[in-house]
């Protein structure tokens, strides 16, 4: 089958650019000679991707150029290069006001695994050698993951741990002592003995979080802290926004909080950006040591995710320095559209990227609606 | 002579006022046609056809009584005013009338023109003003996006009466069946144009989905006539100026539905198509209309029912009735007829709304 070779050798070399970038050797070869070549494939196999490039005025098959599929599209149908039929994992998004949410079907997670672990080495394994004790604030994902968060947080528990949290039992990466945040709240005790068994054992403690359960984390703190109990070497991963979900608090609020809570300095707590739509993330570099180096709010991307911000209106390249919304070129996505474009405003800050903020949609003013929060069910199969 | 009469013969002054105004050779109304179209941003075509077919001029005595019976009486009205429908002033004030001899209205900030024109026209009926002072016992008519209203309704006193307007739109629902004949289908996209281009579609009376009941062939071949229709009329009403959010989000529906489903130029704006089922998204104004096929109405209503102002139904007495069971407080009349409510009362009849779907915490 075509598809499936074509899509193969695609992925394989995705892989080779991140296993080359991770080992700090030569890339095999450009971004944009791979972009090039996922934008065929699409072209080929994705005939809505295929459609909006040949509606685009500006149609051209160079990465910086192609048209980015909005991210509303994929409320309203299923869009992959592959038939369901091969789906191995379905990540869906966050709903919307409607509950409506998105999907991001993959054949395949290698690639996925890959360049999430090549990023994560770097932003938060990389300034200390040896094992971590990792574990996150957030529901154990289960044998068939929905959430896109959840599968990369166990990679990281799986590459960067990869053994009992205490005793002599095996390794089990849906373990519930290492999945610390449900429904029923922050599991505190369970944090605080993950802590206690980094510490015993002199390694880092890796604490893997959202925005929304870090909250948590400090109402269940109520004040107090795991000083105690946290390793001098503990990095809090901090990821997403608060979504109208719990109070409000400023993110570099929360961001001093949370490294009060653990008792180290503000620099171990990183940000970290992703979206189900993207197979890449960014990260902030801040971590001491760490072999990731930016200001606090700049996110750096890997080299297989280009970050471009556009004019709302044009889509074209802002001014250096100025604001536009994000439009994302993710070579990890073979299978899915290449080129996204979000709403999030963003910057180019040296290396990175700074999150300004997220973009309004159409005015609800008098009697109008916006597509986001009038979105509903999404479709059936559509390709 | 009764209040009722009394609140009759006021609202009967106020029509006049909206008669001279919509009258071409009234010195007035030819003063207010460039007043309009720079207040509004619609073409002076799209103003003449507001003034011609939305402005309720002649309303009959039965529903003058209907309207004059909508409200309860109160010692002051107040009316705050939204920017999307110049003519909506009209009825509103009406309502004012109706319910209280002091009749304060606050107009839209962006689109004053009307309320201006209304208080020329009859002079002393109602005052202008600038700020909210509402009493307790006064009522307050208030319009605008949900927003807006609860901005209001959060500084008034207590013991004054709220009567809120939010967001809304129009919904066609269509029964299609197969091989209806195209001059039919032509037809039925020609009323749904009609009911599209007033206000160029900001309106709360305004369709901006047509949900068919039918298959994929007729969802496709009515998709096609109403983009036909539309890009006819855009030759006999051009669109208006659109405001640039607007326009960003016109642009990426479009982009996004081109990846999902498929897309038709018409005229100015676009129709969506969504033949498969399944899909229901409402898209920005702007003359942008969303045609899906749906095969279970009631679910589809159901999740729109509490934006719904008025459905334009084509179909069995069974279709209508389903939606008179899922949505009792939107009217319900044929396409081609969704901006021409009778002069009865507010045109919104939504008295309850559900509260917005709880956000559920997923970062991705």
């Known amino acids: ?383 | 002579m009764t209040e009722r009469s009394r609140a009759k013969e006021r609202v009967r002054a106020l029509v006049r006022a909206a008669r001279r105004i919509a009258d071409p050779n009234d010195e007035l109304g030819r003063e207010a046609r460039p007043l309009l179209v720079a207040s509004t941003g619609l073409s002076p075509e799209g103003v003449e056809l507001a003034l011609a077919e939305c402005l309720e001029t002649h309303p009959s005595e039965d529903d003058l009584e209907r309207l004059a019976s909508s409200v309860t009486p109160a010692s002051r009205a107040h009316v705050v005013l939204s920017a999307s429908v110049f003519v909506a002033a009209h009825r509103a004030i009406a309502l004012g009338l109706a319910s209280s001899v002091s009749v304060f209205v606050k107009p839209s900030r962006r689109d004053p023109a009307m309320s201006h024109l209304l208080a020329r026209a009859a002079p002393g009926l109602f005052r202008i003003v600038d700020q909210l002072d509402a009493s307790p016992s006064d009522v307050v008519f208030a319009y605008g996006s949900d927003e807006a209203l609860g901005a209001v309704r959060s500084a008034l006193p207590d013991g004054v009466r709220f009567e809120p307007h939010g967001t809304g739109m129009g919904i066609c629902v269509l029964e299609l069946p197969p091989d209806v004949p195209g001059a039919e289908l032509d037809r039925l996209a020609r009323a749904v144009t009609s009911d599209v281009v007033p206000f160029d579609q900001f309106g709360c009376l305004s369709p901006r989905a047509v949900l068919v009941v039918g298959s994929e062939v007729e969802t496709e071949r009515f998709a096609t006539s109403l983009a036909a229709a539309l890009a006819e009329a855009e030759l006999r009403v051009p669109r208006g100026r659109i405001p640039e959010d607007v326009g960003v989000a016109a642009a990426r529906y479009r982009d996004a539905m081109t990846v999902a489903a498929s897309v038709l130029p018409a005229g100015a704006g676009c129709v969506g198509v969504a033949r498969d089922g399944g899909i229901a998204v409402i898209p920005p104004p702007g003359r942008n209309i969303h045609v899906a096929r749906v095969v279970d109405v009631g679910r589809t209503v159901e999740m729109l029912r509490r934006w719904v102002t008025v459905f334009g139904v084509a179909g069995s007495a069974a279709l209508s009735g389903q939606l008179a069971e899922l949505a009792p407080e939107a009217r319900r009349v044929r396409p081609g007829f969704m901006q021409r409510p009778a002069f009865d009362g507010p045109v919104d009849r939504r008295h309850k709304r559900q509260a917005p779907g709880e956000l559920r915490h997923q970062p991705y």
């Open chain 1, 1 to 383: 089958m075509d598809l499936l070779r074509e899509s193969d050798a695609l992925h394989a070399r995705v892989q080779a650019l991140a296993r080359a970038w991770d080992r700090r050797i030569a890339a095999p070869e450009s971004f944009d000679a791979i972009a090039t070549d996922i934008v065929r494939h699409q072209m080929r196999y994705i005939p809505g991707v295929r459609r909006l490039i040949e509606a685009s005025a500006r149609a051209s098959l160079a990465p910086d150029m192609i048209p980015a599929v909005p991210v509303d599209a994929f409320r309203l149908a299923r869009i992959a290069a592959h038939p369901p039929e091969l789906d191995v994992v379905r990540f869906r998004t966050s709903g919307t006001t409607s509950g409506a949410p998105g999907v991001h079907a993959m054949r395949t997670t290698e690639t996925y695994r890959a360049l999430c672990l090549a990023m994560g080495r770097r932003a938060l394994f990389s300034a200390w050698d040896g094992p971590a004790v990792v574990v996150a604030l957030a529901p154990a994902p289960g044998a068939t993951p929905t959430s896109s968060l959840g599968f990369m947080m166990a990679a990281f528990m799986d590459e960067f741990d990869g053994r009992a949290l205490g005793g002599e039992g095996v390794f089990d990466v849906n373990a519930p002592e290492r999945w610390l945040f449900g429904d029923d709240g922050v599991h505190l005790a369970g944090l605080r003995r993950a802590a206690r068994i980094a510490s015993e054992r002199n390694e880092p403690f890796v604490v893997l979080a959202t925005g929304f359960a870090l909250v948590a984390l400090l109402d269940a703190l109520d004040g107090a802290t795991l000083g105690e109990e946290a390793p001098t070497r503990t990095v809090v991963m901090s990821t997403g926004g608060l979504k109208g979900r719990t109070r409000t608090i400023e993110p570099s609020e929360l961001t001093r909080a949370t490294a009060r809570a653990f008792g180290v300095p503000e620099a171990h707590v990183v940000g970290e950006y992703g979206m189900t739509e993207l197979a890449s993330q960014l990260y902030e570099g801040t971590l001491p040591g760490g072999a990731l180096r930016s200001a606090r709010n700049v996110y750096v991307a890997p080299p297989w995710l280009e970050v471009t911000p556009v004019d709302p209106a044009t889509l074209a390249p802002v001014a250096l320095g100025d604001v536009g919304i994000a439009r994302f070129v993710d070579l990890g996505n073979v299978d899915f559209p290449l080129a996204i474009l979000t709403e999030d405003l963003v910057r180019r800050r040296g290396d990175g990227i700074e999150l300004v903020g997220r973009r309004q949609g159409a005015p609800l003013r008098g009697c109008s609606l916006a597509i986001e929060e009038m979105a509903l069910s999404p479709g059936p199969v559509a390709s």
